[in-house]
C-alpha cells in the first residue's frame, strides 16, 4: 500500500487498556494539551458497530478524529486498519498522532504492525501506553484475565487511574501487580480524573530486544541454527530485561493439546518464576497462571492463538520444555 511520504516521521501514541480503564477521559485531557499551532489526530476503535467515544472527544479545529468500527483493529486483518491510518495521514496531515484500540484489543499486535518497515520512515512510536483502572485492582476475577495481562505486558507506561478511589485493598493489589510485572521494566503514574502531562508519554518507544524464530527444533534441523526473522505461525521468541529471561511461543489456534499431558508438563518445570499459558486442549480452552506459591488453571475464553510464557532469572536451553510441549499436541496436523 502506497503511503503519502512524510517529511518526518509522526509521533504515534498508543493508549490502550481494558474496557472502562478510563482510556478516553485521558485522551480528552491529553488533547486539551495541543499546541495551537499544530494538527492531532486520533485513530479510535470500537468493538460494535455504532461508535461513541468518537462524540465524546473535542471537535474543535485543530483535531481530527476517526472510527474505525466492527472488530479490533489489532487481530483482524491488517488491511483495514492500514487503509484508515493511511487516510488519515494523508487527508489532515497531523503533528501527532493519538490511537485508542478497543479494550478488548490487543495492543501488542497493533504495535507489531506499526512497526513494519513501511511504516518506519512515516511513523516515530512513543511508549505505549496501558491504562488500569485503580479502583478495581481488588477484583481478581477482573484482573486475572488474559487480555488484561496482554496488555500489561506490552505497555512502556502503566497509567494507573481513579487513583482517588482506590481502596487499601487496592494499593496491596498494585504493590503485588508491579513486583509481577517488574521483568517488563515499566514506568508506573497515577492519575485521577484523567488528568496526565503530556511531557510524561513523550518518550520513543523502546523495545525490548526480542528476537523472533522459528520454533526450536526447526532452526536446529532446517536452519542449522542460524536464526530468522519470522511473523507467521507457529513461533518461539526469547527477551531479556533487568536480569530475567522471558520464553514463549506462540502457536496456531488450531493445534490442540491434551489438557493433563499440558497440566503434567507445566507442574514438572523447576526453578521458574512464572508460568501463564492458554490452550486449546482436549478439555476446551484453558488458561495457566502459575507462580511458585499457586499453581492456578481454569476455563478461558477461546483463544487468538495457544501461547505460554515462561520467567527464569537464568538462561536455560528451551529446546527440550519445546519438545515435550509438541508432544502435548493431540490434534491430526502434527
Same mark, same amino acid.
Given at each position: 500500500m502506497k503511503?503519502l511520504a512524510?517529511?518526518?516521521?509522526i509521533?504515534?501514541?498508543?493508549i490502550?487498556g481494558?474496557?472502562?480503564?478510563?482510556?478516553?477521559?485521558l485522551? =480528552?485531557? &491529553?488533547l486539551?494539551?495541543k499546541p495551537?499551532?499544530?494538527?492531532?489526530?486520533? &485513530?479510535?476503535n470500537?468493538?460494535?458497530?455504532?461508535g461513541?467515544?468518537?462524540?465524546?472527544?473535542p471537535q474543535?479545529?485543530?483535531y481530527?478524529?476517526?472510527?474505525?468500527?466492527?472488530?479490533?483493529l489489532?487481530?483482524?486483518?491488517?488491511?483495514?486498519?492500514?487503509?484508515a491510518?493511511?487516510?488519515?495521514l494523508?487527508?489532515t496531515k497531523?503533528d501527532?498522532?493519538?490511537?485508542?484500540?478497543?479494550g478488548?484489543g490487543h495492543?501488542g499486535q497493533?504495535l507489531?504492525q506499526?512497526t513494519?518497515?513501511?511504516?518506519?520512515?512515516?511513523?516515530?512510536?512513543?511508549a505505549?501506553v496501558?491504562?488500569?483502572?485503580?479502583?478495581?485492582?481488588?477484583d481478581?476475577?477482573?484482573?486475572? $484475565?488474559n487480555?488484561?495481562?496482554?496488555q500489561?505486558?506490552?505497555?512502556?507506561? %502503566?497509567?494507573?487511574s481513579?487513583?482517588?478511589?482506590m481502596?487499601e485493598?487496592?494499593h496491596?493489589?498494585?504493590?503485588?501487580?508491579?513486583a509481577?510485572? $517488574?521483568p517488563?521494566a515499566?514506568h508506573?503514574l497515577?492519575?485521577?480524573?484523567g488528568q496526565?502531562?503530556?511531557?510524561?508519554?513523550?518518550?520513543d518507544?523502546?523495545?525490548?530486544?526480542?528476537q523472533?524464530q522459528?520454533?526450536?527444533?526447526?532452526?536446529r534441523?532446517?536452519?542449522?541454527e542460524v536464526?530468522?526473522? %519470522?511473523h507467521?505461525?507457529p513461533?518461539?521468541y %526469547?527477551?531479556?530485561a533487568q536480569g530475567? $529471561? %522471558?520464553?514463549?511461543w =506462540?502457536l496456531p489456534?488450531?493445534?490442540?493439546?491434551d489438557?493433563?499431558?499440558?497440566?503434567?508438563l &507445566?507442574c514438572?518445570?523447576q526453578?521458574?518464576l512464572?508460568?501463564k499459558g492458554i490452550f486449546n486442549t482436549? $478439555?476446551?480452552w484453558?488458561?495457566?497462571?502459575?507462580n511458585?506459591?499457586?499453581?492456578?488453571?481454569q476455563?478461558?475464553e477461546e483463544?487468538i492463538?495457544?501461547?505460554v510464557e515462561?520467567?527464569y532469572?537464568?538462561?536455560?536451553d528451551?529446546?527440550?520444555?519445546?519438545t515435550?510441549?509438541?508432544?502435548?499436541?493431540?490434534d491430526?496436523?502434527?
Open positions: 503511503v512524510a517529511q518526518q516521521p509521533p504515534v501514541h498508543i490502550s481494558f474496557l472502562g480503564a478510563g482510556k478516553t477521559t485522551l =480528552k485531557y &491529553l486539551s494539551q495551537e499551532q499544530e494538527v492531532w489526530a486520533v &485513530l479510535m470500537e468493538f460494535g458497530q455504532i461513541v467515544d468518537q462524540q465524546l472527544l474543535d479545529q485543530g481530527a478524529v476517526k472510527e474505525l468500527l466492527g472488530g479490533c489489532c487481530c483482524s486483518s491488517q488491511l483495514p486498519m492500514q487503509i491510518l493511511s487516510r488519515l494523508s487527508e497531523p501527532r498522532l493519538f490511537i485508542e484500540p478497543t478488548l495492543p497493533l507489531e506499526l513494519e518497515p513501511h511504516w518506519q520512515s512515516h511513523l516515530k512510536m512513543q505505549l496501558t491504562v488500569v483502572d485503580g479502583s478495581r485492582l481488588h481478581r476475577d477482573w484482573t486475572h $484475565q487480555l488484561y495481562a496482554d500489561l505486558k506490552v505497555a512502556n507506561i %502503566v497509567v494507573i481513579h487513583a482517588d478511589l481502596t485493598t487496592d496491596a493489589a498494585l504493590t503485588e501487580l508491579k509481577e510485572y $517488574q517488563y515499566q508506573w497515577m492519575i485521577e480524573n496526565l502531562d503530556i511531557e510524561h508519554i513523550k518518550q518507544y523502546q523495545g525490548t530486544p526480542r523472533i522459528p520454533l526450536l527444533k526447526q532452526q534441523q532446517v536452519l542449522g536464526p530468522a526473522i %519470522v507467521q505461525l513461533y518461539h %526469547v527477551e531479556s530475567y $529471561q %522471558v520464553a514463549g =506462540k489456534k488450531r493445534w490442540q493439546f489438557f493433563y499431558d499440558l497440566l503434567d &507445566l514438572e518445570q526453578d521458574w512464572r508460568i482436549n $478439555q476446551g484453558k488458561s495457566f497462571n502459575f511458585p506459591d499457586q499453581f492456578n488453571y476455563s478461558a483463544g492463538d495457544n501461547r515462561v520467567i532469572q537464568t538462561s536455560r528451551w529446546l527440550e520444555f519445546e515435550a510441549l509438541m508432544q502435548c499436541r493431540i491430526q496436523e502434527k
